[in-house]
């Protein structure tokens, strides 16, 4: 599948947004490395998987 243009971009950005979520999660190495792996081979369908069943970015204690 190819993405060009503002689509692309909109695509890069948001994979980039999941993966910096995923090493700031609480998960174990290895859930991060398999979600990371997950959104890297499938963009699209990678970042939706994530965005509803992945690991929360670590909950900050004020």
């Known amino acids: 599948m190819e993405y060009a243009g503002l689509g692309g971009l909109i695509v890069l ?3 980039i947004w999941a ?6 999660s609480s998960a174990s190495t ?12 499938l963009p699209v369908i990678g ?6 069943a ?3 970015a670590a909950a900050s204690t004020i």
Not at 19 to 24: L, M, N, Q
Request: aromatic share 14%.
């Open 13 to 15: 950005a948001l994979n």
């Open 19 to 24: 993966i910096i979520s995923i090493f700031g």
């Open 30 to 41: 290895g859930g991060k490395v398999l979600w990371t792996l997950l959104v890297l081979v």
């Open 47 to 52: 970042f939706i998987i994530w965005l509803i």
């Open 54 to 56: 992945g690991p929360r």
